[in-house]
Nanobody, 127 residues
Framework: QLQLVESGGGLVQPGGSLRLSCAAS????????IGWFRQVPGKEREGVSC????????SYADSVKGRFTISKDKAKNTMYLQMNSLKPEDTAVYYC????????????????????WGQGTQVTVSS
């Protein structure tokens, strides 16, 4: 069964850092573009970042550019989102996702492009 299992969410003060993990099972992330998304109540899920299949291309939302970093570890078949300099407006449920759609050397931050989703993990930034 193809699954993505997230961990690493929690409560952090403004300016702090968190590292989210997403472990894939049943398939290899080597052949998928990956992405991180977030959602708050009453709003649409938004694309935070994505990473191309070969890992040579990334895309970030303007709101997180320079603060967040997406990556993956092939040996562990796990993807990560390193979040630094966190702000209260970063508070959301964060979802990892994988896409079987080919984007060539790029990737998409659009929700509809992704086939597999993690269960979500809450990130709360508050003093």
């Amino acid at each position: 069964q193809l699954q993505l299992v997230e961990s690493g969410g929690g409560l952090v003060q403004p300016g702090g850092s968190l590292r989210l993990s997403c472990a894939a099972s049943g398939f290899s992330l080597d052949y998928y573009a990956i992405g991180w998304f977030r959602q708050v109540p009453g709003k649409e899920r938004e694309g935070v970042s994505c990473l191309s299949v070969r890992g040579g291309w990334t895309s970030y939302a303007d709101s997180v550019k320079g603060r967040f970093t997406i990556s993956k570890d092939k040996a562990k078949n796990t993807m990560y989102l390193q979040m630094n300099s966190l702000k209260p407006e970063d508070t959301a449920v964060y979802y990892c996702a994988a896409s079987s759609t080919s984007f060539g050397s790029s990737c998409s931050r659009g929700v509809s492009a992704y086939n597999y989703w993690g269960q979500g993990t809450q990130v709360t930034v508050s003093s």
